[in-house]
T-cell receptor
């Protein structure tokens, strides 16, 4: 069964520093992988997704993630953190087929950006 | 031009009451979801409807009853509210047939049961 592990429930970086949020998955089939962001008091918003093809995927707001099958990882990065990046980030994997597809969510990583 | 909207945004009520949350999407999606997010931000799917048909029904007390009058609407009715029902409830929608399972979320309804 598919599952998602996000390492580090809280990550703190300085403004301008590299952001690295870790996500590992387990899946018996090629996965569809997602990163969502939740800004304070808002709903979740899709940052980027991996389905097939290029393993380095670019998303909104300068974020990107690389699918590494050998490491079963889908880590999220951004070269230079901005104060507005402070939010909760969720990694998710799609499970099931047909009408029974659903997203399996990680527990989230709270990103703090310090001035 | 809000894509997924929910009402109300805040809901404060007493134990034992019955309340409803409404959700509407104007994205033309065929699938809608209800999620519960607890105080630790853990996100749990509750229900999913595809073309008005219930397709996912996770382990949720039967006090929770979703209703989908049409593809664009999915409401959640909760009977006999309990303290543990306090959470943020998110509605989401997607187009299941694309195969990519990208979900668009509403702003959430913060339910507080006292």
């Amino acid at each position: 069964a598919q599952s998602v592990t996000q390492l580090g429930s809280h990550v703190s970086v300085s403004e301008g520093a590299l952001v690295l949020l870790r996500c590992n998955y387990s899946s018996s089939v090629p996965p569809y992988l997602f990163w969502y962001v939740q800004y304070p008091n808002q709903g979740l918003q899709l940052l980027l997704k991996y389905t097939t093809g290029a393993t380095l995927v670019k998303g909104i707001n300068g974020f990107e993630a690389e699918f590494k099958k050998s490491e079963t990882s889908f880590h999220l990065t951004k070269p230079s953190a901005h104060m507005s990046d402070a939010a909760e980030y969720f990694c998710a994997v799609s499970r099931g087929a047909g009408n029974n597809r659903k997203l399996i969510w990680g527990l989230g990583t709270s990103l703090a950006v310090n001035p | 031009d809000t894509a997924v909207s929910q009402t109300p945004k805040y809901l404060v009520t007493q134990m034992g009451n019955d309340k409803s949350i409404k959700c509407e999407q104007n994205l033309g999606h065929d699938t809608m979801y209800w999620y519960k997010q607890d105080s630790k931000k853990f996100l749990k799917i509750m229900f999913s409807y595809n073309n008005k048909e219930l397709i996912i029904n996770e382990t949720v007390p039967n006090r929770f009853s979703p209703k989908s009058p049409d593809k664009a609407h999915l409401n959640l009715h909760i009977n006999s509210l309990e303290l543990g029902d306090s959470a943020v409830y998110f509605c989401a929608s997607s187009h299941l047939q694309t195969g990519f399972h990208e979900q668009y979320f509403g702003p959430g309804t913060r339910l507080t049961v006292t």
